[in-house]
C-alpha cells in the first residue's frame, strides 16, 4: 500500500516513516512537510534514520497524493481538513490522528467520507481504545448517584490543545456508558469557588510538562473506594502502529467516516 506521511518533519512524521519502512505490505510513496520547512528535499527515510529511501520531501500535497492508495495526517485541524478534501478527490484512504478538531471541522470530515474511507480517532493506539471500552463498561455498572468520574491526563510541554484528544475520547467512552451527552456533562475548568461537585458530571483535569509523550487515567470515586483505569504512552511508535495498520484496514473498505473501534474490531463493545 502506497502512504503519504503529512507533517513528516515532525516527531510524529518520522516516527511514521519509521513504522512503514519496517511494515510488510506498506511503502512510503510520499512525505509531505509545511512550506519553508527546513526538511524540504530531504530524502524523508534519512530524516527519519532509516537510511535513504528515495523519497524527498515536499511541500505539494497534491502531487504527493497523485498514485497514492492513502495518507497519515497527524498535523493541525485546519490542515488536516484540507487533506481530506484532497483524500476525497482522489477516492483514497484518510487516516487522521489530528485533535483539537471543532464541530466545523468534523463536518467537513463526514463531508469528505462520503467519497473517501476516513479513519480518525483521538488517539491510534489498541491499549487506549481497549480502555475506552473498559470505560464505557465501568460507566455503566457504576450508577451515577454513587460514582463519580474523573478524567486526567499529561502531555509533554509542546502540547497545544487541552482536553487531550485521547481524554476527550475517554470521556465520551464514559458518557457514553451512562447514557448521556458529554456536552451537556463535561467540567474541563475548576476555579475559584466552584460549589459542590455536580453529580453525574464528568470532570477533566489537565497536566502538561516536561516530554510525557501521554499520561491517561479515569477515576471512578464512589463512597470509600476509587477504582482507576489507566494508559501510560512510553514511545510515539504505538501510534504510528496503530495508524499504519488502520490505513491497511481501510484500503478495501467502502468510502466512510470510521473509527479506530473499526479497525480493531472493539465497536461492537461499546
Avoid at 465501568?138 to 454513587?146: D, I, M, T, V, Y
Avoid at 458529554?182 to 460549589?195: P, S
Amino acid at each position: 500500500m502506497k502512504l503519504v506521511v503529512v507533517g513528516a518533519s515532525g516527531r510524529m512524521g518520522q516516527a511514521l516513516i519509521r513504522i512503514i519502512s519496517q511494515t510488510d505490505g506498506a511503502v512510503l510513496h510520499g512525505a509531505v512537510s509545511r512550506p519553508g520547512s527546513s526538511a524540504l528535499g530531504k530524502d524523508a527515510g534519512e530524516l527519519a534514520g532509516v537510511g535513504q529511501l528515495g523519497v524527498p520531501v515536499t511541500d505539494d500535497a497534491l502531487a504527493a497524493f497523485v498514485h497514492a492508495d492513502g495518507v497519515i495526517d497527524f498535523t493541525r485541524p485546519e490542515t488536516s481538513v484540507e487533506f481530506a478534501a484532497l483524500a476525497a478527490q482522489a477516492r483514497i484512504v484518510h487516516i487522521i490522528g489530528t485533535t483539537g478538531c471543532s464541530a466545523t471541522d468534523e463536518a467537513k470530515f463526514e463531508a469528505a467520507s462520503r467519497h473517501a474511507r476516513l479513519v480518525k480517532s483521538g488517539n491510534m493506539s489498541l491499549g487506549v481504545n481497549l480502555l475506552s471500552v473498559l470505560v464505557a463498561q465501568a460507566a455503566k455498572a457504576l450508577e451515577a448517584s454513587g460514582w463519580d468520574i474523573e478524567v486526567l491526563e499529561m502531555h509533554h510541554k509542546h502540547k497545544v490543545d487541552a482536553p487531550s484528544g485521547t481524554a476527550l475520547l475517554l470521556g465520551e467512552a464514559a458518557a457514553q456508558g451512562r447514557g448521556i451527552d458529554l456536552n451537556d456533562k463535561a467540567a474541563k475548568v475548576r476555579d475559584g469557588h466552584t460549589g459542590p461537585r455536580e453529580q453525574g458530571s464528568i470532570g477533566f483535569a489537565t497536566m502538561r510538562g516536561g516530554s510525557v509523550i501521554g499520561e491517561h487515567s479515569v477515576l471512578f470515586a464512589g463512597e470509600g473506594e476509587l477504582v482507576t483505569l489507566s494508559h501510560s504512552a512510553g514511545d510515539r511508535s504505538i501510534f504510528a502502529r496503530g495508524a499504519v495498520k488502520a490505513a491497511l484496514w481501510a484500503r478495501d473498505k467502502k468510502p466512510g467516516l470510521y473509527s479506530m473501534l473499526d479497525v480493531l474490531g472493539l465497536s461492537s463493545q461499546l
